[in-house]
């Protein structure tokens, strides 16, 4: 159980154009789901927070206006990065926990490589 | 501030060796930590560690929580190549929220 699905699992985009990432839990309800974006030969680094039906929380540094959080449902959280830059280009990996006292851990999405050119 | 250190940053091990791995955290509202192996993609949940002084064992790794003195230990035995990857402590607080150290890049040699 507690698998999530994230795609694409890599892109490459011109820059200034936008790209949304998908990321789904399918075989639970995912109240909260988490954005990290890791920088090569760096460690994870939580963005944002994305709870179902209610706005997303940006961790300090994160614009959230380039990075466009919505969480319509309880199985689907995406991730829209709005005029991107080479600056950009990272690995983005969604995690998803079915909430507070779950024993699942906090299961990871398979990552998006996203390369702007 | 919050923060999660693991040591070492980086290790070269030959098969067979025992590998111990430690992470110290202080952060507010602790819940629990999270052991990780990663290759070359996303993470892969190894424990999540809530109790002190419970090992959690699978095969050949084991983990344990020290919640008084704030430190937890990922031990490897017999290791093999294939236990090449970095290893990410991660601690959740109770919103949640994961915040993960710089993690220890394991090489295990034939």
């Known amino acids: 159980g507690a698998v999530v699905s994230q795609h694409p699992s890599r892109v490459i985009c011109k820059s200034g154009t936008s790209v949304k990432i998908e990321c789904r839990s399918l075989?639970?309800?995912?109240?909260?789901m988490f954005w990290y974006r890791q920088f090569p030969k760096q460690s994870l680094m939580l963005m944002a927070t994305s709870n179902e039906g209610s706005k997303a929380t940006y961790e300090q540094g994160v614009e959230k206006d380039k990075f466009l959080i919505n969480h319509a449902s309880l199985t689907l959280s995406t991730l829209t990065v709005t005029s991107a830059h080479p600056e950009d280009s990272s690995f983005y990996i969604c995690s998803a926990t079915p909430g507070q006292g779950s024993s699942y851990g906090y299961t990871f999405g398979s990552g998006t490589r996203l390369t702007v050119v | 501030e919050d923060k999660v250190v693991q040591s070492p940053l980086s290790l070269v091990v030959h098969e067979g060796d025992t590998v111990t791995l430690n992470c110290s955290y202080e952060?507010?509202?602790?819940?629990?930590l999270l052991w990780y192996k990663q290759e070359k993609k996303a993470p892969t949940f190894l424990f999540m560690l809530?109790?002190?002084?419970i090992e959690k064992k699978s095969g050949r790794l084991s983990s344990i929580l020290d919640k008084k003195e704030l430190f937890s230990i990922l031990n490897i035995t017999a290791t093999q190549t294939g236990d090449s990857a970095v290893y990410l402590c991660a601690v959740a607080d109770s919103w949640g929220k994961l915040q993960f150290g710089a993690g220890t890049q394991v090489v295990v040699t034939p």
């Open positions: 809530t109790s002190s002084g």
């Open positions: 075989d639970f309800q995912a109240t909260t």
């Open positions: 952060v507010t509202n602790f819940r629990s």
